[in-house]
């Protein structure tokens, strides 16, 4: 049984920067796709960033030129780098992976979740 657990989540005032670490273990092989989803208190879970296995990023547009993404296959991690944040990027933030072919901001095609890192921005 995959298990995917979350790191480095906190508080950070508007414009601060904070970085999250998610640590994969217990697959039998590197997941397709893994991707970083959040969920705001009353909204729905939605896409952050996501890396294939051949190392392409895609973030939302809501983070483009904020966000980094990197995942490393041989640690089997992947880390998000959040700068310039805002009020609006307050949510529990998620690490997720798939082995589906398909890789995209969708959290219902993700199978196995961490259990969620909370990141609060003040203004």
């Given at each position: 049984?995959?298990?995917?657990?979350?790191?480095?989540?906190g508080s950070?005032?508007?414009?601060?920067?904070l970085?999250?670490?998610?640590?994969?273990?217990?697959?039998p092989?590197?997941?397709?796709?893994m991707a970083?989803?959040?969920q705001?208190?009353?909204?729905?879970?939605g896409g952050?960033a996501?890396v294939?296995?051949?190392?392409?990023?895609?973030?939302?547009?809501?983070?483009?030129?904020?966000?980094?993404?990197?995942?490393?296959k041989?640690a089997?991690?992947?880390?998000?780098?959040?700068?310039?944040?805002?009020?609006?990027?307050?949510?529990v933030?998620?690490?997720?992976?798939?082995?589906?072919?398909?890789?995209?901001?969708?959290a219902?095609?993700?199978?196995?979740?961490?259990?969620?890192?909370?990141?609060?921005?003040?203004?």
């Open positions: 049984q995959g298990q995917l657990v979350e790191s480095g989540g950070v005032q508007a414009g601060g920067s970085r999250l670490s998610c640590a994969a273990s217990g697959f092989h590197s997941s397709n796709c970083w989803l959040r705001a208190p009353g909204k729905e879970r952050v996501y294939t296995e051949v190392g392409t990023v895609r973030y939302a547009s809501s983070v483009q030129g904020r966000f980094t993404a990197s995942r490393a041989a089997n991690t992947l880390d998000l780098q959040m700068n310039s944040r805002s009020v609006e990027d307050t949510a933030y998620y690490c997720a992976a798939h082995d589906k072919g398909v890789c995209q901001h969708r219902d095609l993700f199978n196995d979740w961490g259990r969620g890192t909370q990141v609060t921005v003040a203004a």
